[in-house]
């Protein structure tokens, strides 16, 4: 089955850019009715869903975080990625990479990655 | 954004007790309404989707219902591997909103 594994650094300073991506195994990222999609998680906190992209391209960002986030897409490596600039201590979280899946006319974030925690410090 | 308010934000219960955990919308979702599960350190998983529909290999005790603004996830009878934060997640419309959680602790 579908699995997905979130890579990137786990620390960034203040005002720098966050990158992460998502390698995803057991399929093609350019098959099927899927969304290709980042939620983070604050230490203690809940779930804040980031944004996420088609494998055309097409890209949907949570209003909030727009300014400053990029979502991209490699069909050759079958790999998405999350760029997100001028990061803050309040973006300190664990980020997720999931599949936004279509069951009947339902669609649900299933599955997930075993995330990553990023933490924003000096 | 459609807010997504869940209730208790904690629970206390026992193993073999029925647990209800309550989500409301602030606008008419229909059924658009996802339940996940989520252990600590762990991803969430989904119980529920479109409301009431079991997600393939989740236990049968594990029920949905509701539409409108209304929903309910409730637990037949607690097992020790339940308890863990559920959450409410609306897929209706972007951008895609969470509950708060709610944490089911042991007593």
């Known amino acids: 089955q579908v699995q997905l594994k979130e890579s990137g650094p786990g620390l960034v300073k203040p005002s720098q850019t966050l990158s992460l991506t998502c390698t995803v195994s057991?399929?093609?990222?350019?098959?099927?009715?899927?969304?290709w999609t980042w939620i983070r998680q604050p230490p203690g906190k809940g779930l804040e869903w980031i944004g996420y992209?088609?494998?055309?391209?097409?890209?949907y960002y949570n209003p909030s975080l727009k300014s400053r986030l990029t979502i991209s897409v490699d069909t050759s490596k079958n790999q998405f990625s999350l760029k997100l600039s001028s990061v803050t201590a309040a973006d300190t979280a664990v980020y997720y990479c999931?599949?936004?899946?279509?069951?009947?006319?339902?669609?649900?974030?299933?599955?997930w990655g075993q995330g990553t925690l990023v933490t924003v410090s000096s | 954004d459609i807010q997504m308010t869940q209730s208790p934000s904690s629970l206390s219960a026992s193993v073999g007790d029925r647990v209800t955990i309550t989500c409301r919308a602030s606008?008419?979702?229909?059924?658009?309404l996802n339940w996940y599960q989520q252990k600590p350190g762990k991803a969430p998983k989904v119980l529920i989707y479109?409301?009431?529909s079991l997600q393939s290999g989740v236990p049968s005790r594990f029920t949905g219902s509701g539409s409108g603004t209304d929903f309910t996830l409730t637990i037949s009878s607690l097992q020790p591997e339940d308890f863990a934060t559920y959450y409410c997640?609306?897929?209706?419309?972007?951008?895609?909103?969470f509950g708060q959680g709610t944490k089911v602790e042991i007593k």
């Open positions: 999931a599949r936004y899946t279509r069951n009947t006319i339902f669609w649900a974030f299933d599955p």
């Open positions: 057991g399929g093609s990222i350019s098959s099927g009715d899927y969304y």
């Open positions: 992209i088609y494998y055309s391209g097409s890209t």
């Open positions: 606008q008419s979702i229909s059924n658009y």
């Open positions: 479109g409301a009431s």
């Open positions: 997640q609306q897929s209706y419309s972007a951008p895609r909103t």
